[in-house]
């Protein structure tokens, strides 16, 4: 498990609405020497369930490691770069995870 210092900043690096990906991205940063906190919705709120059925999880990394975490996710293959806003999107993403700009399906 890491180990958090509370004064240590913490970003998101990834969002998705799955566990199983969530699972896949944790285990990418980790075997690259990147400790990430995994937030959901469902570890703080009883029915933490979006309306389709899927939780919301966040993976946050400290500040300093943002960039090694998103190299990694992108060397998997995991990950574009929104043009609008130019945080992370997944390659089959539709729209951004985060300003909801339509993607280009690749
Ligand atoms: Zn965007």
Same mark, same amino acid.
């Given at each position: 498990?890491?180990?958090?210092?509370?004064? !240590?900043? $913490?970003? *998101? +690096?990834?969002?998705?609405?799955? %566990?199983?990906?969530?699972?896949?991205?944790?285990?990418?940063?980790?075997?690259?020497?990147?400790?990430?906190?995994?937030?959901?919705?469902?570890?703080?709120?009883?029915?933490?369930?979006?309306? !389709?059925? $899927?939780? *919301? +999880?966040?993976?946050?990394?400290? %500040?300093?490691?943002?960039?090694?975490?998103?190299?990694?996710?992108?060397?998997?293959?995991?990950?574009?770069?929104?043009?609008?806003?130019?945080?992370?999107?997944?390659?089959?993403?539709?729209?951004?995870?985060?300003?909801?700009?339509?993607?280009?399906?690749?």
């Amino acid at each position: 498990m890491a180990t958090w210092n509370k004064n !240590d900043a $913490l970003v *998101e +690096v990834w969002r998705t609405w799955g %566990e199983t990906e969530a699972n896949i991205v944790q285990g990418l940063l980790e075997s690259s020497g990147v400790e990430c906190a995994i937030q959901g919705e469902s570890t703080r709120l009883t029915h933490g369930f979006t309306l !389709d059925g $899927l939780a *919301e +999880v966040r993976i946050l990394v400290r %500040e300093e490691d943002r960039e090694r975490a998103l190299e990694t996710i992108a060397e998997a293959g995991h990950m574009t770069e929104c043009p609008d806003c130019g945080q992370p999107a997944g390659t089959d993403d539709r729209a951004c995870r985060f300003c909801r700009a339509p993607l280009a399906v690749r």
